[in-house]
Nanobody, 127 residues
Framework: QVQLIEGGGGSVQAGGSLRLSCAAS??????????VGWFRQAPGKERDFVAA????????AYADSVKGRFTISRDNAKTTVYLQMNSLKPEDTAIYYC??????????????????WGQGTQVTVSS
């Protein structure tokens, strides 16, 4: 069974950058999913959509709050997905999760579209 493993979280000052990674153990991530997405959950809040990318190279999707600051990408081997986060703000502080979306018919920005989740990685942005 594919397991997702996030990395790259940490603490940074406002205006700084971090790059998160999402890798799959077991079979390659692309073999078992249509797309990979990133979600985040701040304390006391819902887990919200951040960005998603189809393995086919189709159109990426972003939450309005991160457009122009975050970039999602995948490596050529289709085994790792990255989330480059620039111009970070304190309100970006959250646990970030990557997840696998198994079907083209599942909307990219909807949490219930995803059937496998990583353990999460903490991102803290200080002012």
């Amino acid at each position: 069974q594919v397991q997702l493993i996030e990395g790259g979280g940490g603490s940074v000052q406002a205006g700084g950058s971090l790059r998160l990674s999402c890798a799959a153990s077991g079979r390659g991530l692309s073999f078992s999913s249509y797309a990979v997405g990133w979600f985040r959950q701040a304390p006391g809040k819902e887990r919200d959509f951040v960005a998603a990318i189809p393995w086919s190279g189709g159109t990426t999707a972003y939450a309005d709050s991160v457009k122009g600051r975050f970039t999602i990408s995948r490596d050529n081997a289709k085994t790792t997905v990255y989330l480059q986060m620039n111009s970070l703000k304190p309100e970006d502080t959250a646990i970030y999760y990557c997840a696998s979306n198994p079907s083209y018919w599942n909307p990219l920005s909807v949490r219930s579209s995803y059937d496998r989740w990583g353990q999460g990685t903490q991102v803290t942005v200080s002012s």
